[in-house]
């Protein structure tokens, strides 16, 4: 069974800077089962990104979504107040049929 | 828009059963792979199971095999996630999560529910 590994655990940064989160897997991972959700304290988590770069409906341009194979990166280009919150990577796999998640990075202000 | 929504609250004893359930709307429940994931307090998400178009089979994590049932009533858009044997540790926020047949992400949540395990 795949591990998703996340880091940082936590990144500060301050408005306007980029972020760059990594999610690492333990085995390869098919792009087109990877996505990334964000978490605010207090909400369910909302889809950010699958197939490990596309953007989910409604989601700003600043959030960009790469990788390939164990590694895979969620960016954004330039943070807003509303941005600081949890990022959680996760994959499919087939074989075993398990969705798994990361551990998650907290983003939070400087 | 695909709209689900969770039953209230739960405080449950060690030992009981609870039973949660996610009303959808916006979409038939046959259109949707809904799955369950819960999250204890201040921990990250853990997938609990759901249903497998490939085969039309809901599927399990192993760590909830046999303490776990997910149903569905097609007749009312409504999915339940029954948990048995509850203990402290079962404490979590549990939600419903979907999306599209085939898909392999999750861009619908309900609202969650807590459930509570305390003596």
């Known amino acids: 069974e795949i591990v998703l590994t996340q880091s940082p655990g936590t990144l500060s940064l301050s408005p306007g800077e980029r972020a760059t989160l990594s999610c690492r897997a333990s085995q390869s991972v098919s792009s087109s089962y990877l996505a990334w959700y964000q978490q605010k304290p207090g909400q369910a988590p909302r889809l950010l990104i699958y197939?490990?770069?596309s953007r989910a409906t409604g989601i700003p341009d600043r959030f960009s979504g790469s990788g390939s194979g164990t590694d895979f990166t969620l960016t954004i280009s330039r943070l807003e107040p509303e941005d600081f919150a949890v990022y959680y990577c996760?994959?499919?796999?087939?074989?075993?049929?398990?969705?798994?998640f990361g551990p998650g990075t907290k983003v939070d202000i400087k | 828009q695909v709209q689900l929504v969770q039953s209230g609250a739960e405080v449950k004893k060690p030992g009981a059963s609870v039973k949660v359930s996610c009303k959808v709307s916006g979409y038939t429940l046959t259109e949707l792979s809904m799955h369950w994931v819960r999250q204890a307090p201040g921990k990250g998400l853990e997938w609990m199971g759901g249903f497998d178009p490939e085969d039309g089979e809901t599927i399990y994590a192993q760590k909830f095999q046999g303490r776990v049932t997910m149903t569905e009533d097609t007749s009312t858009d409504t999915a339940y996630m029954e948990l048995s044997s509850l203990r402290s540790e079962d404490t979590a926020v549990y939600y419903c999560a979907a999306d599209l047949v085939g898909a392999t992400m999750f861009d619908y949540w309900g609202q969650g529910t807590l459930v509570t395990v305390s003596s």
């Open positions: 996760q994959q499919y796999g087939s074989s075993p049929r398990v969705f798994t």
């Open positions: 197939g490990a770069s």
